[in-house]
């Protein structure tokens, strides 16, 4: 069975600082690895994965996010936070030998403070 | 280019009683899925179609039943709603069943009272 866990209900930032949201998974096979972000009231909004090749993914908006097969980890990241970054955040993984079902986790509320 | 998008917006059932939701995919996209969301909680799988047939299915009963019809639009039905039936209910649109991105539409707020 696949799982991800987000072990932070909550992350508070400072505008312009750097931002770190955590996310660790558990597949059987290889991992297909995703973020997304919902705004209130909205669906989810899709801001980069992690298929194969380069540890280090760019996405949407500056985010980026770092692969880590030994630590089963899939953080999210940004440089300079804004404060428009607010938002629900969402990590997700698949199982390539599993189907093409989404596992999320529990969701990760950001909140950037100007 | 027209992203995913769902009918209704909002949805208020009692108990017992049987909804359709409906979601047409981004254009080019030939596969569906579905997913509940819980208040607080993150997306879960319900089911999958692709040509026109359901090619993998969640932890859900068999209350919860779907459609893909040959234009690729897809409806869900739930049976015998119950409370816990009450959720935003995500269609999300990929091409193909392979290594696809997802992308979800507004969503459907269903309450069940």
């Known amino acids: 069975a696949q799982s991800v866990a987000q072990p932070e209900d909550q992350v508070n930032v400072a505008e312009g600082n750097p931002l770190t949201v955590k996310c660790t998974y558990s597949?059987?096979?290889?991992?297909?690895l995703f973020w997304y972000v919902q705004y209130p009231n909205r669906g989810l909004q899709f801001l980069l994965k992690?298929?194969?090749?380069?540890?280090l993914v760019k996405g949407s908006y500056g985010f980026e996010a770092e692969f880590n097969k030994s630590q089963t980890s899939f953080h999210l990241k940004k440089p300079s936070a804004l404060v428009s970054d607010s938002a629900l955040y969402f990590c997700?993984?698949?199982?390539?030998?599993?189907?093409?079902?989404?596992?999320f986790g529990g969701g990760t509320r950001l909140m950037v403070k100007p | 280019d027209a992203g995913v998008t769902q009918s209704p917006t909002h949805l208020i059932k009692t108990r017992g009683q049987q909804v359709t939701l409906r979601c047409s995919p981004k254009?080019?996209?030939?596969?569906v899925s579905w997913y509940q969301q819980a208040l607080g909680q993150g997306p879960q799988f319900i089911f999958q179609?692709?040509?026109?047939?359901?090619?993998q299915r969640g932890n859900f009963p068999d209350r919860f039943s779907g459609h893909q019809f040959p234009n690729y639009s897809s409806e869900l039905n739930v049976n015998a709603l119950l409370l816990g039936d009450s959720a935003l209910y995500l269609c999300?649109?990929?091409?193909?069943?392979?290594?696809?991105?997802?992308?979800f539409g507004p969503g459907t707020r269903l309450t069940v009272l």
């Open positions: 992690y298929i194969t090749g380069d540890n």
């Open positions: 179609y692709y040509e026109e047939e359901e090619r």
């Open positions: 254009s080019g996209h030939d596969t």
């Open positions: 597949v059987s096979g290889n991992p297909y």
């Open positions: 999300a649109s990929s091409l193909g069943t392979s290594s696809g991105t997802q992308y």
């Open positions: 997700a993984v698949r199982d390539i030998n599993a189907g093409n079902m989404l596992t």
